[in-house]
């Protein structure tokens, strides 16, 4: 095993090598990184063009700058690694140390989001194989997979950050919306449950009157404009969360499960306004990560207290219940936090943005404020990644899951009278992640190379800006550190990827061969 | 529940009474004090003076926080601030020419230090050549060592024709710096004010503010270093001066001596790669009084469609933007918002080849060498006959600028006071007479003289023409109307983009040329350094001992009358040679939210906050 990761690390650099000459010499000749000084008039543009070729050594010929270059990166086995500098002065090092988080921000969550959306959807798709919602989804996934980011991302700006916030002025939502709106997510969910045509037609005018009349409510008190959940709602939620939790993890069958999400739900209630003080008084990421912790320890005690038998189940299905609820009145904070952070000078009722990270207006010192701050600032580019990127896994989760689900242990699990809960979350679901695990690892990976053109059209200077600034500029150091980490990033998460395909699935093994 | 009469009468009184208080009520608007620009660039350094952070954003931001003796308006007139000091010739002979530049008394500092003539010698430092060889600082023009103090103005003017070093008033107030001869434009080449006593302060590695005495004791210590050339302090302080500004995050971790200056707004907080914040320098008075903007924030979003739907979220006050026709009409489209048109330094214009580049070793022999007589200069001259000038102007240029016209003169742009005095008589007539088809007609008849199979689409003379970027639109767009329209005239025209395009400026396979010029400053002699025989830019081999006695009468300061005079002989030679016509000066459009008053983008840097006084709701 060691001596396959060796040889599978040194044939990596000899392939990174050889990629980062070619890549050196093709971008070295592709341009001129002096032509704005050569086009000046200035009478001191030759001191510039001799400073900046002192700068960047470019009286060296591209192929043995290039061992300049390597030399500065070999370096780094003595701890002095060296990028070099960009053409503006800065150290290659810092330029890459402030866009790496930026692009880990906007990435990692659409990441995320994209991945627990589409495998969800894909798993329900290949379990209603062939209705209505599995030809919708199967429509929807390849919309998505073809539309241009640039484009999903100018229509998310125009109707969700300028047309909202002109929409927040004066909160009420046209009759028209409503009645579309009731009518879409009835037949969604119509075609999510599932029927006959009779059932399907009473699901339907459910949940069309249902979103018909919340919308209207919300609409009535101007809720957009000063949401929250309050107690009520909030505990309403939790209930709604400990069923189905405890459905997915042990199966309502389970009363003790039930109980015990059920309870996390009423301590829930009980704290909220202790929870409440403590979010006005003390609020920083501390204190949010101690709530977690108390969550988690409070529902191992009400888990322990819940299961006479088999307390692992009921314990887990707690303890992620808690978790969902503790989502819930963090949410239902923020949701408190949304006017008066609307009614600030820097805000002034144009909450949602529609490019850079952070609001510089903003005065620092409020923790919620600062949070909100980086999260409305997060919400298109979120959007618009998961979107175009949550395609792939419900196409991938979908074939996984049938493919499995024809398997002969499967059949087994159904002979041996398992129930359908168990056969799908435990047989079947937990089979799918395998593939989808590598598919998972080099996306993480692809990841830190950036979104050359979300960050742009969000103005976001990530590392797929400073890629793209790179090229434009013909600033080969900083081309070479992008390229240089994103390929190493890239090649090690095919080696991480195949180490972890052996590691899950046993019938494949790493090594000879 | 019913209700009586009364009661209803009652409620009905009450909901009225509240509604028309609702209506009537004034909507209290604060009056807005921000202004938010975009910057296509982000912040790197607080130093724009180093040949590697000479970038917009770093110049505006170091702009707004300094004021000197002159700025550039929107009209390109170089005015004086008399608020911060003043300046004037008191000695003017053939061979030494002083000028006397003082700062008015009281002018601050933003730490409260009063700032004297002596935080105007540093400049020195920065321009002379001399002085760095004589300090043991380094030679500028090495290219192997940097000098210690890496600044991007040394070979200039400044350089060439300074005498000695700048004198102190005794009162300390004034510097006067001695010339070699009377230079042309010498308003341009004076001193800045720099806060040497924070240099000095964070060379001796303090990061607090001092009070105003340690400030004055440590201004002395750099006089006196200054004075006596201390090789190792100025090291000292050279290394701060070219290292120790380049940040691009600003908090109150930052060294507060890194921010002390004198302009109207303060460097307050950026984040790295997002935004710089400046604020209102509470003790500004190097220059005219602010209207009323109290914060400014410069915001970096490079894309236009981005920059443009901020706009309309009212995220952002003032943007540049592209000038291409979409990204106009899409800003042109936004509610609250106004465009100001215009165009920026930069002038488009088509240069044909006479001889090998200056420097070069290769020759030229290609059809418009002037080694071919009277073939060459046949052949340029219809090249330049058949070039689609006003084609080009109408449909790439229009769209975006609907008061672009043609560029008619060399030397000058329209908008400058000398244009359509020049324009006329500097002979252009013979390539602006008549419509575009009777010219190519023309063309092809001097094509013919010399190929007498010529005719339109016979490709008789074939000629290979270096332009920008292939990727660049715009240009690939007026390349493909030249081949177009010079294919009329018999002209084979090898339109191929060059990657590193600029590279090849003096490559001599190359017959003729379109690019633009981009001056940073109006000048006298802006443009000799294109024409003149050993000119730095004059990548056509072009050589008229008479163009270089008119160009080389230019050096010295001229009357605006005679300047004129000496431009239209100039450009008379040119026309009648057929080296070189202007096509168009490049478009700009500039996007304000319509609130905002007084925004009035100049062609020059510092473009578009020249004016940052004036601005306000």
Redesign the interface.
Known sequence: MVAYIFRRLGILSVILFGSSFILYNLAAISGDPLEALRTSTDPNAKQQILALTRTLQLDVPPPLRYFLWLKGILAGFTGHIDFGKTRDAQLVTSAIATAVPTTIRLVFLATITAIVLGITIGIVTALRQYSRFDYAMTFVSFLMFSLPIFWVAVLLKEFLAIQFNNFLANPQIPIIWITGLSVASGVIWSAIISGDRKRVWQIFGVVALGTAALLTLLSLTSWFAKPGLGPIVVFGISIGIAYGVTQLSTGLQNKAALRSAQAMAVIALVLYYPNQWLFDHHANWLLIFAQLAATIGIAFVVGLKFAKIDRGPTIRTAAIAGFLIGIITLLDRFMQTWNPYMSTDAVNFRPIPTTGQVNPLLEPGNFWFTTLDILVHMILPTIALTLISFAGYIRYSRGTLLEVLNQDYIRTARAKGLNERTVIMRHAFRNTMIPLTTIMVVDFAGLIGGAIITERVFGWIGMGTLFNKAINSFDLNLLMAVFFITASLSVIANLVADLLYSALDPRIRAGKG | MKLNRSAKVAFAVASVTALVLGVAAPAVA?TRS?V?IVASN?L??LNPG??????VTNSDIAYLSGSGFTYYDDKKNLVRNTTFGTFKVVKNTNSDFRVQYTVNPGRLWSDGTPITGEDLLLSHILLSSDYSKAAGLGD?????V?PAF?A??????Y?NSIVGEPTLSSDKMSVTLRFSKKIPDWELYGPGPSAVHALVLMAEGKSKLGTVAENEAARDRFVKAFQTKDTATLKKIGKVWSEDF?I??INDKTNPLLLVSNGGFLVD?A?????V?LKLNPKYNSGPKTSGIE?V?F?????G???A??L????IDVYQGQPTADAVAQLKAIKGVTVIGGTNACYEHVDVRVGAASGTTTTYNGPFAASSGQKGKDLRTAFLLAYPREEIVEKLIKPINSSATVVNSLFTLPGEAAYSKIVGPNGVSKYTAGTQEKRTATALALVKKHYPTAKAGSGSVKVKLLWG?PNNSRRASEAALVKAALAKAGFDVNTTGT?????F?DDNSFDAQF???????VTQT??N??FQSDG??NFLGYDNPALDKILHSLEVKLPDAQITAKYIQAERLLMADAISLPIFAHPAATAVNSDLIGIKPAPLTPNLVWNYWEWHY
């Not at chain 2, 180093?50 to 970038?55: A, E, G, M, S, V």
């Not at chain 2, 915001?299 to 894309?303: C, E």
């Not at chain 2, 690019?515 to 400053?521: E, G, L, R, T």
């Open positions: 604060a921000t938010i982000a790197t350094s180093t040949p590697d952070t000479n970038l500028p023009g090495d290219t192997k940097v890496n991007g103005g040394y070979t200039g003017v350089d380049n691009n995050t907080s984040v790295a790669d997002q935004n914040t914060t924030v915001k970096f979003i490079s894309d469609t981005a920059a739907q901020a309309a979220n009212k995220e970027q990657s590193g395009w600029s590279g400026l690019f633009a010029w981009c001056p940073s400053s802006g443009t350094a294109n730095g830019n």
